[in-house]
T-cell receptor, first 116, second 110 residues
């Protein structure tokens, strides 16, 4: 159990375009999902917390107008990178919080974004 | 002081040996602790979580927690080449977000 999927797994887009990434919890309902990015050989960096039915909260330094997050249902959160630039190229990973005593997070497989 | 610190790697162990990974945390009020495994180019995978003092065993993995010392560890018994990965220690904060350590890279030599 506790499976999280992400789509697409890899995307290449041109500078100035927008890209949408989907994160789904397949076998549980997740009130809260998180979006991270990771650069090569670095640790995870939390970008934002996505709560079903309410606005996402962003970490300091993350532009909310650039990284649009929508958590429309208990199993789906989306991240849209708007007007992408080469510096947005990174590994984007979502996680879903499993309901229970410890609220552990299960990660999706990640989306590798390359902006040319 | 970083919120979560892990012993610096890389850690190289021979196949069949025990790999010992350590993690300390700064917030004494932390209640939940997690170990994730991350293979190169992949996302983290949850392998253990612990919230009570003492040991918790799952197959070849044992997590140990000592809240008084603010210390959590992971032992990997009978290490296999497939255990070669980066291991991330994570601590649940009061706001339910995770604080991650920088990770310890383990290499199991065949």
């Amino acid at each position: 159990g506790a499976v999280v999927s992400q789509h697409p797994s890899r995307v290449i887009c041109k500078s100035g375009t927008s890209v949408k990434i989907e994160c789904r919890s397949l076998d549980f309902q997740a009130t809260t999902m998180f979006w991270y990015r990771q650069f090569p050989k670095q640790s995870l960096m939390l970008m934002a917390t996505s709560n079903e039915g309410s606005k996402a909260t962003y970490e300091q330094g993350v532009e909310k107008d650039k990284f649009l997050i929508n958590h429309a249902s208990l199993t789906l959160s989306t991240l849209t990178v708007t007007s992408a630039h080469p510096e947005d190229s990174s590994f984007y990973i979502c996680s879903a919080e499993y309901p229970g005593q410890t609220y552990e997070q299960y990660f999706g497989p990640g989306t590798r974004l390359t902006v040319t | 002081q970083k919120e979560v610190e892990q012993n610096s790697g890389p850690l190289s162990v021979p196949e069949g040996a025990i790999a010992s990974l350590n993690c300390t945390y700064s917030d004494r009020g932390s209640q939940s602790f997690f170990w994730y495994r991350q293979y190169s180019g992949k996302s983290p995978e949850l392998i253990m979580f612990i919230y009570s003092n003492g040991d918790k065993e799952d197959g070849r993995f044992t997590a140990q927690l000592n809240k008084a010392s603010q210390y959590v560890s992971l032992l990997i018994r009978d290490s296999q080449p497939s255990d070669s990965a980066t291991y991330l220690c994570a601590v649940k904060r009061d706001d339910y977000k995770l604080s991650f350590g920088a990770g310890t890279t383990v290499t199991v030599r065949a």
